[in-house]
Structure formats: C-alpha cells, structure tokens
C-alpha cells in the first residue's frame, strides 16, 4: 500500500496545470462575505425555521466551504473550531465522545445529541463516521430538550449532506497523504424527471496508521472504510414533497494505540503489546420524510431507521504478557418516528407542536480471556430502550415592546429501560452460571422547559435563555457489585446571555455569549472494582461556566480571518467518592478549559493567465487545554496548540490542493486513562501533509 501511495502522490502531482473543482454555489470568496450573510441562513436544527442572527442560541455555522478548507473530515477534526466543541482522538471509532460547555458522557449513550439527515445517533459508537459531501454542520449548545429531548443535555450536533435539489452534476475526488492516506470520492446529483431528483455519492478511505506497536512492528490503527449515500426527492405536488436517505459506512480499523505512561520521566513510553486489536464496524441509517405544506401551516413526518453492528477485539492489559483479551460485540436496531405540525409565514405568533417515540433493541454480547485467573466468561445482554413524548413550542414578536420577541418551550418525555442478563463463567475447567435473570424496568417521566428572549436592533441581536436539561439513567453494561447495575438521571439548569452583531456595513461579525450550568446527580466515567471495564455513577453537584466568542471578517477583496474562542470551567462543587476521599472544588475531567481556533486566507485572483484562475492560501490554528484526565487533578495535559496550512490552486471546475497538519509536530496526549494498575496514554497524531485533486462536471 506504501508503494500504491507514493506513486499516486507522483501521478497527482503531474496534473497541477488542470486543477481540482469547488462549486461556487457550496464556496465563498470573501469579496462575497455580504452576500453569504450567515445570519439570514435558516438553522435547520431548530425545527421552526429560524435563522442564525434571530435564534436564541449560542450557534456554530460550518459550511462546505469551511469543512474543506479545513480538511475536516472526521467530528472529532472540528474540535477547538467551534469554540467550547471537544471530541478527542480516541483508540477507535468506538469510543466517540463528544464535549460541549464541560457536558459529556465517555461511555453510554452521549450527553450531545448528534443527527445525520434527520436520523438521530443515539450511540455513541456511531459518531466517528467518515465526512463526504457534507453540505453544513451546525452546533447548538446548550440543552435542546425542547425539541430533541433525548441525549441533548450539552447540545445537538445536525448535520446536513448534499442535496441534488442544491447542486446538479457530478463531483470526483482523489487525495493522498503521509502516513500511506488515500481517499477517493464521487458523486452523482440531478434529476430523473421534472418532480423527481436523485443523488447517489460513494467513498472509500485507506491509511496505514499513525502509530507502530514495537511488539510487532506494525501500525496498529490501520484503516480502511468505505461509505454510500443515496437520495431521492419526489416533489409529488405543489403541496406534497416526499425524501429517502439512505447511507451507509463498513469501517475495518486496527486499534488502541495505548502505551505506559511512565510516572518517572512524565512520559509515554513506546506502545508494546502482544495480541492485535481491532475494531470492525457495520453503520446504515435510512430516514422517509413527507412534508405537507398547507400555506398557513405545515406538516413533517420523519420516519428513521439504524442499524450498528461492530465487534471489538481488544487486548486489554496493552502489555507483552496475556493477561486479558476481550471480544465484544453489539447489535443495534434504532427506530424513531417524529409528526411537527407548525406555522408558517410571516406573523407575529408562531406555533409548533410535535409528537415522538422511539425504540431501541440491542445484543450485546461480552467475552473475556483471563488467563492469568485461569477464567474466561461470557455475558450477554438482551436490552432494549423505548421512549415517548410530546412537546410543543410557542414565538411571540413584539412582547410587551417592539423587536423584542419570547419564545417557550415544553416537553413531556417518558422511558422505559428493559435489561436481560446472562453470565456464564469457567473457571480452572468448570463451568458455571453466575446469573441469568431479567431486570425490573427503569421507567422516567419528565417535563423539559425552555425560555428564550431576543430583542433585535438594526445591527443586533441580544438573547437570554433559561432552560432545563436531563439525560436519562440506565443501566451499566459492566458491572460488578449489584449497587453499581444501575445509575440515576441527571439534570441541569442553563443560563446563557448572548449578542449576535455585525459591524462596518456587515463585513465584521462578532457573537459573545456566557454561560451558567447549575448540574445535579452528574454521571461519572468510573473504573469497575477489578480495573476490567467502566461503569458511571452519579457524582453529586458540579458547576460550569464560560464564555464563548466569535469574529469573522472580510476587510479586503480576497482576504478572510476568523476566531473563535470558548472558556469553559467545569468543577466539582460536591462530590464525595467514599469515607476518606471527596474531589470539591477540582476541575471535571476530560474537559479542556480553552479553545481557541484562529483562521486567515488569502485569495489571488489571477488575470490572462489560462491554466490557472485563483491560488488561495489557509492557514489555521487550534489550541486546546488544558485538560485533566482524572478527578483527583493529578495528570493533565497542558494548553497545546496545532497549525495546519493548505494551498489551492483553482482553474474554473478544478483544483489542487496541498496541505499539512500539525506542521511544527507538536506532542500533545489525545487521551489518558488508569487501569489494572496501569497509566495509559494515547499521543496525538504526528505531522502529515497530502494533496487533494477534484473536479466537478
């Protein structure tokens, strides 16, 4: 593969002269800034159809254009870019958590509510997904429950891929990097007839890991992946529009590039186990929605449907010896059904009401090799999840003054939590049943509201909002005591202030927002007794606040910069561990107290010159940190910061691009953990560069 790598960076290079595409309608230059006015673009995560500038809510907005420019490909490569966003680079896509505002969960269902095309990822195991034509990413934060209701705690994630109604014609991509990276994409969008149109796009992504286990010397985050995503629009009537999106992503990946952290040098040393680990991952998703628009009002159904079938081979002592080995493997069958009714027009009230249910269904099996004990056993999971609710959402402009405008919003939310148990067990050559039993049902019932005020002003906006949030209890898949098989709901009042305002005839933007997160009964990542697996508990009280802040502007033909900046602190106000140990007043884990990203491009327009039209040039940087790693505040990972540049070449439908990450190699640890008596540590990716060749017909 190293070879096939070399030689297509080789034949890419030799085709400079006719360079890759970009559509101009899914790109801004920034003599176009005025006219890509963010603040009019309709959010469509907030199900009312409000645009950016008027919607009570601390907003990030990223464009195709951004997602490229940016060579975002991945959730996790949006973290610090959005500020108070954090997805690190765990061992796999497995394990995928997400971090908004110091809200996360690192196992379980997540505390941020992802949705991919309207079909919402309940697992978390599903959000490290492979990124192609992806027309817009939107993130909310704060809690969504109004509307979302579950998993929304620290905010919702929507994001929106290509669509034949907005673009017509083909786009073919190729791209090459270090580190033997090779991604190759097409896709097809236009219409079949005059009332139908039709997408069909497909990827396929290969590198040979970052990362060389001394034990075998070979990488052990090997990749290959490939993905499909059709659609099709049928505008049945003036009235009636009828859409299916079907995607899906089988994702092989060599994993766990864990080594001993060693307490001495305050270093890792190199990564050094005997028995390969992996995980494999099968991901579809398909989502039906009808939209009836009446006029006066309209009608949506969304009908969604996921499967996830993935299994984890994993040694998990990550030493030369074989202690421990685990298989794991889960069964996913995710179905959810959402009716919106809402108004429509131009008026001073608006309304919205919605009804939702879900089922979950998952088999979930776990393995474990212990030979050190002389054991191995098998536990078995027949669990299932259902839900119900309904919510509804009021807008009133012109509240009590003129331009001042509330919104609220309630939910009323139930579950039902339905777990089966079997654990099997040899031991010295015997054979045992240690349970087979099915569990009482966890059951909730809760009332989700949500306040908003946005007073408007020519060049302003200025917003409060006062909301609750909840995630749901559960059960834990590991567990070793009968007061560790469940843990309690959590909850959160959110208090956030904010303006959204334009300067110098709209070509400087700037959005400041603060926060205040009053958090109750938070579920907390633990380590079982035996150090084999994780569980949550419930912590106590803990407290977030912060800051977010945003500029972009455009103040020359040709030249772009943005920031955005977030300040979270997360702490412990009360959380009592046992007798002789409580964390008060220590910083939350796993919670990075900065992000900062810092964006500037330069275009040249270039004239009477034909092979080539624009060179455009980027440059970013991101900085994350610090970050500790364990309650007891005793291992961190200090501020560090990434700078990544890329370098377009454009000659109408055509560009090439080359581009570096990570240019100054910075050492930073992505991910840090305690187990059997061990610290662990997974470094962040080295430096890489590549090129990007595309086209569009």
């Given at each position: ?24 309608d ?6 176009y800034?005025d ?9 469509k995560?907030?199900?009312?159809n ?21 060579e ?34 690192r196992?379980n ?19 490290g ?12 934060r ?14 919702i ?10 673009y017509?014609?083909?786009r ?28 069909l ?8 890991g ?23 629009i ?23 590039p ?53 299994i ?6 990550f ?13 996913q069958?995710?179905l959810?059904q ?13 309304w919205l ?26 536990k078995?999971y ?7 609710a309904?919510?509804?959402?009021s ?7 003129k331009?001042?405008s ?18 099997d ?22 009332i ?18 006062i ?21 309690s ?7 956030e ?60 033909r ?22 002789t ?22 275009t040249f ?26 309650e ?36 930073y ?24 060749l595309?086209?569009?017909?």
């Amino acid at each position: 593969m190293k070879k096939y790598y070399y030689l297509t960076y080789i034949i890419l290079s030799f085709f400079s002269a006719e360079i890759i595409a970009q559509d101009h309608d899914l790109r801004a230059d920034s003599m176009y800034l005025d006219q890509v006015e963010l603040r009019e673009v309709v959010i469509k995560a907030s199900k009312d159809n409000v645009t950016y500038r008027s919607i009570p809510a601390s907003v990030s907005v990223m464009s195709s254009a951004d997602l490229y420019d940016n060579e975002i490909r991945t959730l996790s490569s949006v973290t610090a870019t959005a500020a108070n966003f954090f997805m690190p680079e765990y061992g796999s896509k497995l394990t995928s958590p997400v971090y908004i505002r110091g809200i996360g969960s690192r196992i379980n269902s997540p505390s941020v509510g992802l949705y991919v095309d309207y079909v919402p990822y309940f697992e978390k195991a599903a959000f490290g997904f492979d990124f192609f034509d992806i027309k817009k990413i939107e993130i909310l934060r704060g809690p969504q429950g109004t509307l979302f209701g579950r998993n929304t705690m620290g905010g919702i994630i929507n994001i929106v891929t290509l669509s034949p109604v907005d673009y017509s014609g083909t786009r073919l991509n190729v791209s090459a990097g270090s580190y033997g990276t090779v991604s190759t994409g097409a896709g097809y969008y236009g219409k079949l007839n005059s009332k139908t149109s039709f997408s069909l796009a497909v990827n396929y992504l290969h590198n040979d890991g970052f990362y060389t286990n001394e034990f075998t010397d070979k990488e052990v985050d090997r990749l290959n992946s490939y993905g499909i995503r059709n659609r099709i629009i049928v505008e049945a009537s003036e009235k009636l529009t009828i859409e299916n999106i079907a995607g899906l992503e089988m994702s092989y990946q060599g994993g766990y590039p864990y080594a001993i952290f060693n307490d001495s040098t305050k270093t890792a040393e190199n990564i050094n186990y005997n028995q390969y680990s992996s995980y494999d991952r099968v991901l579809f998703s398909d989502a039906l929605l009808v939209r009836y628009n009446h006029g006066n009002f309209e009608v949506t159904s969304t009908s969604s449907y996921q499967y996830l079938d993935d299994i984890q081979n994993i040694d998990q002592d990550f030493t030369v010896d074989s202690l421990y080995f685990v298989a794991q493997t889960q069964k996913q069958h995710m179905l959810s059904q959402e009716i919106i009714a809402r108004s429509s027009g131009s008026r001073k009230y608006n309304w919205l009401f919605g009804a939702y249910g879900f089922h979950q269904a998952f088999d979930n099996g776990v393995g474990v090799d212990a030979w050190a004990q002389k054991m191995d056993y098998l536990k078995e999971y027949d669990h299932s999840i259902s839900g119900a609710a309904l919510f509804h959402q009021s807008s009133l402009s012109d509240f009590i003054i003129k331009n001042l405008s509330l919104t609220a919003g309630l939910r009323v939310d139930t579950e039902n939590d339905r777990l089966g148990y079997f654990y099997d067990r040899t031991f010295n050559g015997n054979y045992a049943v240690v349970a087979d039993t099915l569990y009482p049902s966890l059951q909730s019932l809760e009332i989700i509201p949500r306040f908003a005020l946005n007073y408007r002003t020519a060049n302003a906006d200025f917003y409060a909002v006062i909301a609750r949030g909840y995630k749901t209890g559960g059960f834990n898949s590991t567990f070793e005591r009968p007061e560790d098989l469940t843990f309690s709901p959590e909850f959160s009042w959110n208090y956030e202030a904010g303006i959204k305002s334009s300067f110098f005839r709209k070509k400087l933007h700037a959005d400041l927002a603060v926060f205040y997160i009053n958090w109750k009964n938070q579920q907390i990542y633990q380590t079982v007794p035996s150090g084999r697996g994780s569980m949550l508990k419930n912590a106590g009280h803990s407290v977030s606040k912060g800051v977010e802040v945003s500029l972009s502007t455009a103040p020359l033909r040709g030249f772009e910069f943005d920031l955005a900046y977030g300040l979270t602190n997360a702490e412990f106000i009360s959380y009592v561990y046992n007798e002789t140990t409580n964390y008060n007043g220590n910083r939350l884990p796993y919670i990075p107290r900065n992000t900062v990203a810092l964006g500037a491009t330069k275009t040249f327009y270039i004239n009477g010159f034909r092979p080539l039209e624009k060179i455009r040039f980027n440059v970013r940087y991101r900085g994350t940190g610090s970050i500790y790693w364990n309650e007891e505040n005793t291992y961190s990972q200090p501020y560090y910061g990434l700078t990544d540049l890329k370098l377009s070449l454009i000659k109408g439908d055509f560009q090439l691009d080359i581009w570096a990450k990570n240019i100054l190699n910075t050492e930073y640890q992505s991910f840090f953990f305690e187990a059997l008596g061990n610290k662990y540590v997974q470094m962040g990716r080295p430096f890489q560069t590549g090129i990007n060749l595309s086209a569009n017909f």
